[in-house]
């Protein structure tokens, strides 16, 4: 408790003379804190771009490949499905009519 009486008539006598003394230290500590923190902005955007256009590359890419599946892909496919629904249905006729 007594350091913090002393701490307190410190900051009360010295601190005005300490703080004028200070002024020119803190105002280079926080343009430098401006500084890096702008700094740090233009990093974080910069990756942000770059994620971007990963982003929008790879789903480019995906797109791609799925055109050029549809586009291999036998244009009867759906179609031979249905048939062959219909195929084995005419079967079960058959065998019933028969």
């Known amino acids: 408790m ?7 008539v410190g900051v009360v006598i010295f601190g005005p003379s300490v703080a004028q003394a200070a002024r020119p230290v803190v105002r280079r500590v926080m343009k430098s804190a401006v500084q890096t923190f702008v700094r740090g902005q233009e ?10 256009d990963a982003y929008a590359e790879a789903w480019t890419e995906l797109e791609e490949e799925a055109e050029e599946k549809m586009a291999t892909a036998p244009a009867t496919a759906p179609a031979a499905g249905k048939g062959m629904r219909e195929k084995e249905s005419a079967r079960g006729r058959k065998k019933k009519a028969g």
């Open 43 to 52: 990093a974080v955007a910069e990756f942000v771009e770059m994620a971007e």
């Open 2 to 8: 007594a350091i913090g009486v002393v701490a307190t």
